[in-house]
């Protein structure tokens, strides 16, 4: 065997293997930037379940406590708001998280409305809603937490050596983390 061939090979195994180590690392960043936009898919599943279930608990605490219209006007706007942003195509993760959170304030405000009335509390229709909600609540935090979990290996992913390069040369972008906003992280004050 002549030297030349045996570089030749040498080359030929080099080339092999790093295309095959591209196609790996490409096809890593799309599973990851897939399963970003399945754990946000989830979240929307969710949120929407919320929304729909909102109207039925507002109308439900609106029988009972009629004179706190400020309230339901709240969770009413917080709603179409939240709704509005989820349906805009150019909304970005920030935008969305924003609207959901504020939508959630609101409901901790009517929640807070319908424990001033006792009579409200036993009626059984309330109850269900209430714990329909709780459970819906419970749901979009486990989904928020895990899209925030594929979006720190996403991200990860982009930015470290060597998978940086491919994310580079096919335009992989960062995914933004679902967020609270500023308000929901102060300490909620109980007063009696």
Known sequence: MSVGLIVLIIVIVLVVGLVLWGMGAYNALVALRNRVGNGWAQIDVQLKQRADLIPNLVETVKGYATHESEVFTQVTQARAKA????????????????????????????????????????????????????????????????????????????????????????????AQYFQTDEADRQVPQVKF
Do not use: C, W
Request: aromatic share 8%; net charge negative.
């Open 83 to 174: 709704l509005s942003v989820a349906s805009d195509p150019s909304a970005t993760t920030a935008d969305r998280a924003q609207a959901e959170n504020a939508l959630s304030r609101t409901l901790v405000n009517l929640q807070a409305t319908a424990e001033a009335y006792p009579q409200l509390q036993a009626n059984q229709n309330f109850m269900d809603l209430q714990g329909q909600l709780s459970a819906l609540e419970q749901k979009i935090a486990y989904a928020r937490q895990f899209y925030n979990d594929v979006v720190l290996k996403y991200n990860t992913k982009i930015e470290t050596v060597p998978s940086n390069i491919i994310a580079g040369m096919f335009h992989f972008t960062q």
